[in-house]
C-alpha cells in the first residue's frame, strides 16, 4: 500500500509561484512512476504532469510547458511540482498520483495510488 501526502497549495497572485511536494510511503518508490493531475470546480480531472521512476522521462501538459517543473528526490521519496508563472486558470485541487509501474503516464486510469489533493488558488 501506498500513502501519498500532498503539500505546498495555498493562494498566490498571477505571475507567482508556488512549489508543491508530495511524500510518499512505502519503501518501493523509487520504483514507481508519478505524476500529478488538478481539478478545478466543475470541470474533469486533468493531467498536469509525469516522471518516469528516473527521473529521465517527462511530460507536460500544454497548458503548463514552460511553466511548471516536475521533478523527484527517490531519497526522500518525494515528488515535486514547481509552478511558476502563475495563472488564474491554475486555480484547482492538485492531486499527486502514483502508478505501480516506472514508465509515467499521462492518463489518470492508469494511476493505482493518489492523495488527498492539496487547493492551489491564483488570484487575478
Known amino acids: 500500500q501506498v500513502q501519498l501526502v500532498e503539500s505546498g497549495g495555498g493562494l498566490v497572485q498571477a505571475g507567482g509561484s508556488l512549489r508543491l511536494s508530495c511524500a510518499a510511503s512505502?519503501?518501493?518508490?523509487?520504483?514507481?512512476?508519478m505524476g500529478w493531475f488538478r481539478q478545478a470546480p466543475g470541470k474533469e480531472r486533468e493531467f498536469v504532469a509525469a516522471?518516469?521512476?528516473?527521473?529521465?522521462?517527462?511530460d507536460y501538459a500544454d497548458s503548463v510547458k514552460g511553466r511548471f517543473t516536475i521533478s523527484r528526490d527517490n531519497a526522500k521519496n518525494t515528488v515535486y511540482l514547481q509552478m511558476d508563472s502563475l495563472k488564474p486558470e491554475d486555480t484547482a485541487v492538485y492531486y499527486c498520483?502514483?502508478?505501480?509501474?516506472?514508465?509515467?503516464?499521462?492518463?489518470?486510469?492508469?494511476?493505482?495510488?493518489w492523495g488527498q489533493g492539496t487547493q492551489v488558488t491564483v488570484s487575478s
Open positions: 498520483a502514483a502508478r505501480t509501474r516506472p514508465t509515467m503516464s499521462t492518463l489518470a486510469y492508469e494511476y493505482d495510488y
Open positions: 512505502g519503501s518501493t518508490f523509487s520504483r514507481r512512476a
Open positions: 516522471i518516469s521512476w528516473s527521473g529521465t522521462s517527462i
